[in-house]
């Protein structure tokens, strides 16, 4: 079978180059001309069809790089709790949305198999009761008092539970990430009105007796392109995550929630390596006041379960979770100007290249400790490797004047300032 593929391999590639050599200008053509430069547009279109053809045929071929394959015993779980959600009646809509979707347009170009540990479903019809009913028929080792966590909703009608998953002997541990929405409430996040980062706004509908599983394989053998249950409302997404772009359309009627796509797209870049800022975008950010993102993180007013909320989007890019590049983060944050935006006095660091070059180290050493087994639980926290960011203002009063803008909880204050002075020193 492997080497089947190869020569399929070879086929594509020949194809391809034959499409391309064909539509190549020849000497003596007028490239300015109309109807040559339409001829070539035609051309270009041809050679990215029979390409897109060759990949669908490769991908069917090389099943063994199939990441839907490597994670069967997991989705197919998943498929039981969707039968039982679906069998609450035909008033019920499922979509699978983050990182689960992303993820597997991700691994069409990069020949990655993904592991499928988060998984996100919006669910349109379906009491809280009756979801974790289904939830525990279908993962009979989950205890709903131990495992299920609620989360605050700021929307009416929508309801978010988190449900941890325990592994077992054929099945690692998951996260079940459910937004549960009441009759007459749409998946705002979805809509091409909401400005979030275009490939995570993609939803993959889960029509009543289909598996996810078999949805999810057709669209990496398709490349993302002809499956009508994929909805990307942006119409960038599924080429935004095959290229690495975290692209934010800024949409005027929902301008306050723009600076919810820098945060989110700040928590992607450190990661997962070689995301970037579309250059729009950063140029969005980049222009922003600081006014708008001091307004932003207010949310409902300076302490309410909504300004918290969005502190922890900004907390959240300094997770000390394996594999993360805080690095990254900190450059991207520097390139939009938001350190000295949002916290104040932070601009004289940004902007002086030997203060800003231990700030990076500090904050680097800080996530480093934090996977050393053994740390000490205080030091492996967001807040802990976020103080570090502050360490190169000259007292803890200033410290203390650069998270005016957050709110924050007493205690991860308190951790904040005892990060800082110990890196200060």
Known sequence: MQRAAVRLVGVSVAIALAAGSAVAARPGERTGSTRRMAVRRQG??????????????????????????????????????IA?????????????????????????????????????????????????????????????????????AFLHGVTHVQVEVPATATRRALQLDLSLFEPGQSDASARRSFPGVSFTKMRLAIPAGTRLSDL????WI?????VPELRDPDRTGTSDIRRG?????????????????????MYLIGKRAGFRFHR??????????????VRFLAGDGPGSDLARVRTG??????????????????E???????????????????????RWHRTVARVDAAYRSARQPGAAPERTTREWVFGALLSELATPAAAGRAITHLSLEPEQRARILRSYDHHHR
């Open 222 to 226: 398709r490349g993302g392109r002809g």
């Open 216 to 219: 999810l394989r057709r669209t």
């Open 245 to 265: 772009l975290l692209r934010v359309n800024p949409i005027s009627t929902a301008r306050a929630r723009l600076p919810e796509g820098l945060f989110h797209g």
């Open 313 to 330: 989007y900004l907390l959240s890019a300094f997770r000390t979770d394996a594999g993360r590049d805080p690095r990254s983060t900190l």
């Open 84 to 152: 039982g959600l679906h069998a609450k009646g035909d008033h019920v809509e499922i979509s699978l949305k983050g990182s689960t979707l992303y993820r597997t347009l991700a691994a069409i170009d990069r020949g990655k198999r993904p592991r499928y540990t988060d998984v996100d479903l919006a669910i349109h019809g379906v009491r809280e009761s009756d979801a974790l009913h289904a939830v525990k028929r279908a993962f009979p080792e989950v205890d709903l008092a131990r495992d299920v966590v609620r989360k605050p």
């Open 332 to 354: 991207v944050g520097r390139e939009v100007e938001l350190w000295g935006k949002v916290l104040p006095g932070m601009d004289a660091v940004t902007s002086n290249a030997a």
């Open 44 to 81: 270009v279109r041809r050679v990215r069809s029979l390409r897109a053809s060759a990949g669908r045929v490769l991908r069917r071929a090389m099943f063994w790089r199939n990441p839907v394959r490597a994670n069967r015993t997991e989705l197919a779980a998943v498929d039981r709790l």
């Open 280 to 293: 729009g975008t950063a140029k969005v950010y980049r222009e922003m006041p600081a006014e708008e993102l």
